[in-house]
């Protein structure tokens, strides 16, 4: 298949594929809601991105903007590095491996093969979003933040019910959504995605998005929604941006009493937040939340897979133990066996970046990074400082994240991108 460079003009004139496109941008936050389950929840972007793929392939060409091909390379590169690993691993089974004593969606070959799969469909989605963001950045922020909204509002549709001990409405395909318990009550935290975790990762790189196409409103409300997910991390993730984002404008104003400003709208935005965490019960309700029952132990468990991830990683270095090979070689490295004899299904690390580095090792990391500083190097600038905020927030919240290679998180890479591509065509 050959690549093929195109013009924004050009881009614009194929009504069908920028349909498509704006299709896969608005249905991202549909990962859990309203998918088919198949064994797997099959989502309507990847019917979508399924469908172009086959165009791709009837074309023997793939359409993709002028100056991606750096971006895509380094992927390219891994897709393959990936394949190699998994197919000697495969047949020549480590010592460590094991199949015994949890289920897995489709054994060793099955699920190494459906993860190579989810990997290939997040670079090519990285691919048809980035092009089509370079034809026209606003129209594709202006689809993702509309998406975001609704996914918002739905979110407060749930949790709100479902704190005051009333029915929520949940969306087909949602029988196991995440809800935290908090003061007696069942809450839903996670919207139209499975976890709240995933959701407010979403909501923090819609936000960047929001901010950088100055839609002030559906920034705020879309920063509130952060909280209602019920996520640490990725609250602490919110806080990392706003503070990166005063810091930028404090740093740029020559203006003294322009910095006070800054400096007296921090302490009053941060005193009243508080004040208002604290007074509703929010603060100490999910302090206890997280730190006792089940949730505790959850912890606990993360901790023991993130360890494990590294103790595979040291005695693996270079080429990891192949995709969605941790569960099956996660036993010799583990610290205590008291989670795993109650895990009844293949143990994942749930943390991306370790992940990474035990599955593909060195060299698979380094490809992986070396995307990453591309694409943060396509942030530089004062206009596009909230898009780098949305870079940071995402690589922060892949710490506690399971799963790289979830769409959105490869779409807004590519909406960065993109962006960047269309500003640099504007000064040739």
């Known amino acids: 298949m050959t690549t093929v460079a195109v013009a924004p003009t050009s881009v614009r004139s194929m009504p069908l594929r920028t349909f498509a496109a704006l299709t896969v941008v608005a249905t991202l936050p549909l990962t859990y809601a309203l998918t088919v389950p198949i064994g797997f929840p099959l989502k309507i972007y990847e019917v979508v991105l399924g469908g172009l793929i086959l165009v791709a392939l009837a074309e023997s060409r793939l359409r993709i903007a002028p100056g991606l091909r750096p971006y895509v390379e380094p992927l390219y590169a891994f897709l393959m590095l990936a394949t190699i690993v998994l197919v000697y691993r495969l047949l020549f089974r480590l010592d460590s491996f094991t199949t015994s004593g949890f289920e897995s969606r489709a054994g060793p070959v099955g699920d190494g093969l459906l993860k190579l799969a989810y990997w290939g469909l997040a670079v090519f989605a990285f691919v048809i979003v980035a092009t089509e963001t370079y034809a026209s950045p606003a129209r594709v922020a202006r689809v993702w933040c509309r998406s975001a909204v609704c996914a918002s509002i739905y979110a407060w549709s749930l949790t709100i ?81 706003l503070s990166w984002l005063a810091a930028h404008r404090f740093r740029r104003s020559r203006d003294v009493r322009a910095k006070f400003r ?26 206890i939340a997280k730190l006792s029952g089940t949730q505790f132990v959850s912890g606990l468990d993360r901790l023991d897979l993130t360890v494990a991830g590294l103790r595979m990683t040291a005695a693996h270095p270079l080429f990891g133990v192949g995709v969605s090979q941790y569960g099956f070689n996660y ?98």
């Open 161 to 241: 019910p479902s704190a005051l001990g009333l029915p929520a409405p949940l969306l087909p395909g949602m029988d196991a959504a995440a809800r935290i318990t908090l003061g007696g009550a069942e809450v839903l935290r996670g919207g139209t995605f499975q976890e709240g975790n995933f959701f407010s990762l979403y909501l923090l790189v819609s936000l960047a998005i929001a901010i950088w196409n100055g839609h002030r409103k559906t920034a705020w409300f879309i920063g509130a929604t952060v909280f209602i997910t019920f996520s640490t991390a990725n609250v602490a993730g919110l806080v990392v941006m």
């Open 331 to 428: 036993r010799p490295y583990q610290l205590t066996d008291v989670f795993d004899v109650t895990r009844p299904v293949k143990p994942i690390a749930t943390n991306s970046w370790v992940e990474l580095a035990a599955e593909t090792g060195i060299f698979g990391s380094s490809l992986i990074l070396l995307f990453g500083a591309r694409v943060w190097s396509a942030t530089r600038g004062a206009h596009k400082v909230a898009l780098r905020t949305g870079v940071l927030a995402l690589t922060l919240g892949l710490f506690s994240f399971p799963a790289p290679t979830v769409t959105f998180l490869w779409a807004f890479c590519a909406f960065v991108v993109g962006v960047h591509l269309h500003d640099a065509s504007r000064l040739r």
């Open 262 to 287: 800054i400096i007296a709208t921090i302490v009053l935005a941060t005193t009243t937040l508080l004040g208002a965490l604290t007074a509703t019960g929010y603060l100490s309700t999910i302090f």
